[in-house]
Each structure stands twice: as C-alpha cells, then as structure tokens.
C-alpha cells in the first residue's frame, strides 16, 4: 500500500523558513515526477512546485518562485520543499503527491498519490 507522509509543517513568523518533507513508502518513485500543492482555507488547491523523476528539471508558481525550492532524494524515496521568506498568504495545508509521468507536472488531476497533508501557519 504506498504512503505518503508530510512533515515539517508548523508556526512561524512572516519572514522565517521551514523545510516540508514527504516520506514515501509501498513502493519505490525513483522514475516518478512529484510535487507539492496547497490549500488555504475556503480556497481551491493549487499547485506550488514540481520536481522531474531525476532531479534535473523543477517547476514552481508565480507567487513562490524565489522562496520556494523543490528537491528530492531518490534513495530515500523523499521530496523537500524548502520555503523560505514566508509571507502570511503561504498559509495552507501542503500536500506532496506522486505522478506516474516522469517529467515536471503541473496538473493536480495528473497526480495519483497523495499525502495528507502538514499545517503550515505564517504569521503577521
């Protein structure tokens, strides 16, 4: 049964960093794009960032990009997301997830595993 697992989420002040993992487990993603998304309270989920089976490529919103950056550790079956210079609308619950296309994805629905997610709090 695969499993992914988030953590590193927390409270923290506008300005400061955290660092999100993702644990997957059940089977092995080395050949696999991942990603993580967000969703604030009363808003839809959106895309944050996404990272190529091998590293080489990433992608990321308009609204982290330069804060924000994305990697991952095949041996470990791990993804990072590392968020610095965080402002108070980074607020949401972040969800890594797993695709079974190997290149950046950006699309929600081309995901197939998802994670259940790590409170992320930033405050004013």
């Known amino acids: 049964q695969v499993q992914l697992v988030e953590s590193g989420g927390g409270l923290v002040q506008a300005g400061g960093s955290l660092r999100l993992s993702c644990a997957a487990s059940?089977?092995?993603?080395?050949?696999?794009?991942m990603g993580w998304f967000r969703q604030a309270p009363g808003k839809e989920r959106e895309f944050v960032a996404t990272?190529?089976?091998?590293?080489?490529?990433?992608s990321y919103a308009d609204s982290v990009k330069g804060r924000f950056t994305i990697s991952r550790d095949n041996a470990k079956n791990t993804v990072f997301l590392q968020m610095n210079s965080l402002k108070p609308e980074d607020t949401a619950v972040y969800y890594c997830?797993?695709?079974?296309?190997?290149?950046?994805?950006?699309?929600?629905?081309?995901?197939?595993?998802w994670g259940q997610g790590t409170q992320v709090t930033v405050s004013s």
């Open positions: 059940g089977r092995t993603f080395s050949t696999n794009a």
């Open positions: 990272i190529s089976w091998n590293g080489g490529s990433t």
């Open positions: 997830a797993v695709s079974l296309l190997p290149g950046t994805v950006l699309r929600g629905t081309a995901y197939q595993y």
